[in-house]
């Protein structure tokens, strides 16, 4: 749905797109300063389609009929338009020339960073929220995506990008497989790391515990007693789930250069 807006939006000026997903993402929390407003249209006629466009989980599953199953919306639609618009405007700043391009790179990504710390600080906007620590301060919403989530995961990516201009080597070039086909990498990774866990799970208990099964990924039950993962571990399967995904990734990225089939450009 993210990619068909913005589909409909490239029809319009370049500028018109970034000052529109400017707007949703500088805007879009200002709902949350009206009391109530997310349980009114939570519980309205049109709640489907409000958790869709912006509340998400939060505000509940969606019933498919009376007994149906349900449906939970963690990728709210308004918020992420709004990044998918402005990252497309955004792509203008990368074709200009280097010095320039780095300039603007660092006045927007430490600009951002300045403005979450600010809208942090002051605790009214973008998603307040009581804070004592450095990981308080971190700790802010994504789904629906807020702006204080949305400043400190973007802005320090686009202020260190001046930093990678220059960057050469094997480490550079390994990581250049991925970002030639990020889509393609997201849609593997999820199936690839469900299957890691389950073998992990089938190591280290004996069995594949139901609670893979049943869990869901923003409210799991308990795990059972035993599964839980060291921070070792942690690192080691997803060091593994990368390092399988390199080989595929490769591959498709030459693919992608050797045909040129239309979906392709979407994937």
């Known amino acids: 749905m993210v990619l068909v807006a913005l589909a ?14 400017v707007a949703i993402i500088a805007g879009h929390n200002v709902f949350d300063l009206i009391p109530g407003l997310g349980s009114t249209l939570g519980e309205s006629s049109l709640s489907g389609l409000w958790k869709i466009l912006y509340l998400g989980f939060s505000a509940g599953p969606i019933a498919l009929g009376n007994d149906g199953p349900q449906l939970w919306v963690l990728y709210s639609l308004v918020p992420w338009v709004g990044v998918i618009a402005a990252g497309y405007a955004f792509g203008a700043v990368l074709m ?121 990924p923003m409210a799991p039950p308990p795990p059972p007693e035993g599964y839980t993962w060291s921070l070792p571990l942690l690192y080691l399967v997803w060091a593994i789930a990368v390092v399988m995904l390199y080989g595929a990734c490769r591959w498709y990225a030459g693919l992608k250069v050797r045909r040129s089939d239309w979906w392709m450009k979407f994937v």
């Open 8 to 21: 409909l939006l490239a029809r319009l000026p370049l500028a018109a797109i970034g000052a529109f997903g």
């Open 96 to 216: 200009l020339e280097p010095e320039r391009r780095r300039r603007i790179c660092l006045a927007i990504g430490l600009g951002s960073i300045a403005a979450f710390a600010v809208l942090r600080g002051l605790n009214l906007y973008g998603d307040p929220r009581p804070w004592r620590s450095g990981l308080d301060v971190l700790n802010a919403t994504k789904y629906p995506a807020s702006l204080s989530f949305l400043l400190m995961t973007l802005g320090p990516t686009i202020a260190v990008m001046p930093l990678l201009d220059n960057a050469r080597g094997a480490v550079t070039r390994w990581l250049t497989v991925f970002g030639r086909v990020p889509f393609f990498y997201y849609v593997l990774h999820i199936p690839l790391i469900h299957v890691l866990a389950i073998v992990v799970s089938r190591i280290r208990m004996g069995e594949v515990s139901d609670w893979l099964f049943a869990s869901h």
